[in-house]
């Protein structure tokens, strides 16, 4: 059985030349309009468009997943997710141009609208900003997660840091179970900057 505390963080695999993205400027989904909608399912959303960003790949390999930090998942990857009906994420369709002009389809962005404060402050490395936090490690506080029920915190986005996207091991193995390109899942006690 799983540990109902057994989380993961997604990041990009940085180990081939796996492009980082950026809203595109032009889009009508920019960085600040993401922003509007960081607590809150985004309305009748269109088609987002996000460009390549630097650095730039001779060479870009296309996998599953790219990360703006958000994450823009493939087909595949969405076919996994949206069974799943998993409260506080929203999978909107988008595209990804690449600096070279060339156009990938079949992608959505995985808005994360469940953000949750679970970070154990005694037992995690970070400095407190004004607004936010900088983590260098970090331990979850299960007792602060065990008053929610694991149905509303498969995948979510720490609240300290809107940037770490947790995912529940249930939630990474169906997804590892497509092989997935692009993307890796670190466990939580094992991540660090």
């Not at 940085?14 to 309009?33: G, V």
């Amino acid at each position: 059985m799983t540990n109902e505390f057994d989380y993961y963080v997604l990041e990009r695999d940085s180990s081939n030349t796996y492009p980082l993205i950026m809203c595109d400027e032009d889009s009508e989904h920019t960085e600040e309009y993401l922003y509007d909608y960081e607590d809150e399912k985004i309305p009748e959303p269109e088609v987002m468009e996000f460009t390549f960003s630097e650095p730039y790949f001779s060479k870009p390999v296309i996998g599953d997943y790219f990360s703006q930090p958000d994450s823009v998942i493939s087909e595949k990857i969405k076919e996994v997710l949206a069974p799943m009906n998993i409260l506080g994420i929203q999978l909107i369709p988008a595209t990804v141009t690449s600096n070279k002009g060339d156009i990938y389809e079949d992608y959505y962005y995985v808005h994360i609208y469940n953000n949750i404060e679970a970070m154990d402050k005694e037992n995690s490395k970070y400095d407190k900003g004004e607004r936010s936090y900088f983590i260098d490690k970090f331990k979850l506080d299960e007792n602060h997660l065990k008053d929610i029920p694991l149905k509303e915190r498969l995948i979510f986005k720490l609240a300290e840091d809107l940037t770490m996207m947790l995912y529940h091991k249930s939630v990474v193995d169906a997804i590892m179970a497509v092989n997935p390109t692009g993307l890796k899942f670190t466990k939580v006690e094992n991540w660090h900057i």
